[in-house]
């Protein structure tokens, strides 16, 4: 078997090991789960040590992947899939342009922190801090910012709030990596441009950017994660409609009548993530010669 | 003399490194003239301060004291205008370049326009015999192999110096004679000066037109013999007894005596 087909095989094992293990629990635990310490007819109270494994708790593999193909709330609507797919398209829409804008922020940063020590000694410690505010704290904050600019008559559009958010998770994997990649080629490679009279720029161009495209690719498959969770995070909290993020939320709050139908929007979150991961991935074909640094050196 | 017979002139020429501990002098007083076209090799025990000499004439490190001439220029400016070649021990080739790509390098740099780079590359792939493996990546040569390009990559743009760092250090020893015998026939046809470091008296008296003896603590110049053999670098000299006087004069610069030979006949 070549390694490729390998590779895919282990991948579905991987997805198949996960639903049985699904259907597995949800046959062998009890129906109303494991709970210590709950006080008699006071819903929610106790500790859930188990899950529960009734239907509304936990539907049937089958029954989560058959409701993509069921209409979305009766009548004559579309299957659910078509407004899972339509809206999982806007989010990775907007989650790209973040993606976009955190490579470029991430990517000047690491230059300058590589150009100048000093910088490297101000700049790192503030970017690794960055990353301990929470999202949904800072979240609002770039909403209103978005919406004073857009009433002041700069065109502010809602998703480029969102953007902007899911940019401040992308920017960081991207400008620790850069910088790690930018300062990677050795003394013996530095010297020999240095004896080529090569200044900054050359060096940068014919030597930096190149070995730096080893440790570049796995910051931008991070940073693309990172721009889809950042952007259905931000969608949730700033109140966007249209994206993958507040109709997760939208059809969980209607998980008694319907369980299934939340899980229809949760696996388009996920196939967001993996198309992003795997676009970026794609970038990495065309780059194959700079890698071989990885095996060789 | 003028500056075009005298590729290399140092009169005095010291480094000290400050360190935590106090100052380390890592040569001193170092006279020393290489004219055009010669090959001088400098040999000694680790910390005799030949790499850092090597490094003074590149530009990599600036001297503390003395004066440091290459082609009549400083080191700095010789830097500057690309007199000199140089190879490390290590190739430090550019993994992501294929070798052609690896000996355009400085022609890229400098810019060569592209049809001048293609005719070089293939006049020096012939020069160190790699016509081949022109399109290969460093990492499917073998280590001379690899060694033969920074060779080439050293000569691209026809320098008047070539300085070499222990070049086949990490070579094993048939493949370092062969490339031995490649540097000295490269020598000759490009008719460059020649720096070369080594920690290996063979291989010092086979290339060598003069060979510099230095020694540690503080690193300077213990000897210089001359070794002259001209043309007659061919296989057989390494057989020759001229050749083993040779060594053994080297080698008894290097310790400071004469070596005992229990074993002589």
């Not at chain 1, 940068?204 to 995070?233: D, I, S, Y």
């Not at chain 2, 040569?27 to 005799?48: K, N, Q, R, Y």
């Not at chain 2, 205008?81 to 294929?98: E, K, S, V």
């Not at chain 2, 060779?151 to 490339?179: K, V, W």
């Amino acid at each position: 078997m070549s390694r490729r087909a390998q590779a895919w095989t282990w991948g579905a094992v991987g997805v198949l090991a996960v639903v049985a293990l699904w259907e597995l629990y949800k046959w062998l635990g009890p129906a109303d789960g494991v709970v210590v310490g709950a006080e008699d007819g006071r819903a929610g109270s106790g500790v859930i040590l188990l899950p529960r494994t009734n239907d509304r708790a936990m539907p049937h593999v089958w029954v989560m992947v058959g409701r993509l193909f069921e209409s979305t709330s009766g009548g004559s609507t579309p299957p659910l899939i078509v407004p899972v797919v339509s809206a999982a398209v806007l989010t990775l829409g907007v989650a790209a342009v973040g993606w976009l804008i955190g490579v470029v922020v991430g990517f000047v940063f690491a230059l300058v922190m590589q150009r100048w020590r000093l910088a490297e000694w101000g700049i790192l410690p503030w970017i690794v801090v960055s990353q301990t505010v929470p999202l949904i704290a800072f979240a609002p904050l770039v909403a209103s910012f978005g919406s004073q600019l857009d009433r002041s008559g700069v065109p502010w559009p809602q998703w480029l709030s969102v953007a902007v958010i899911a940019s401040y998770l992308a920017f960081f994997p991207v400008a620790v990596g850069a910088l790690r990649g930018l300062q990677s080629p050795d003394r013996a490679h530095v010297e020999l441009m240095r004896t080529y009279a090569a200044g900054y720029w050359p060096t940068l161009v014919k030597l930096r950017l190149p070995a730096a495209v080893p440790h570049l690719l796995p910051a931008l498959r991070l940073a693309a994660a990172n721009a889809v969770v950042g952007a259905v995070v931000a969608e949730v909290s700033i109140g966007m409609r249209g994206g993958i993020g507040r109709m997760l939320i939208q059809l969980a709050g209607q998980g008694s009548s319907d369980p299934a139908a939340a899980w229809g929007p949760t696996f388009g979150a996920v196939a967001l993530g993996l198309v992003a991961a795997g676009s970026v991935a794609l970038i990495g074909v065309g780059l194959k010669n700079y890698r071989r640094g990885e095996v060789a050196a | 003399m003028t500056d075009e017979t005298i590729a290399v002139r140092a009169a005095g020429v010291g480094k000290v490194f400050p360190t935590k501990a106090g100052e380390v002098v890592a040569l001193t007083g170092v006279d020393l003239e290489v004219a055009a076209g010669e090959f001088v090799s400098l040999i000694g025990p680790s910390g005799c301060g030949k790499s850092t000499l090597l490094r003074l004439i590149a530009d990599l490190d600036e001297a503390t004291s003395g004066t440091l001439s290459v082609f009549g220029k400083t080191a700095h400016q010789a830097r500057l205008d690309q007199d000199y070649g140089i190879a490390f021990q290590q190739a430090g080739l550019l993994p992501w370049r294929t070798v052609g790509a690896n000996i355009a390098l400085p022609l890229e740099l400098h810019g060569v326009g592209k049809a001048d780079r293609e005719a070089r590359i293939a006049e020096l792939v012939d020069l160190v015999g790699l016509t081949d493996f022109v399109d290969r990546h460093p990492d499917q040569l073998s280590g001379g192999m690899q060694q033969r390009v920074a060779i080439a990559r050293a000569l691209a743009e026809r320098p008047r110096l070539l300085l070499m760092d222990e070049p086949f250090g990490a070579l094993d020893e048939m493949t370092r004679e062969y490339l031995q015998s490649e540097l000295a026939r490269i020598a000759a046809e490009t008719g460059a000066a020649v720096v070369f470091v080594t920690h290996s008296i063979p291989e010092a008296v086979f290339l060598s037109d003069r060979v510099v003896v230095m020694s540690p603590r503080p690193g300077r110049i213990t000897d210089i013999l001359p070794v002259d053999f001209g043309d007659a670098r061919v296989e057989g000299l390494r057989e020759s007894p001229e050749y083993f006087e040779r060594v053994t004069a080297v080698r008894e610069a290097l310790h400071g005596a004469p070596v005992e030979r229990p074993n002589e006949r």
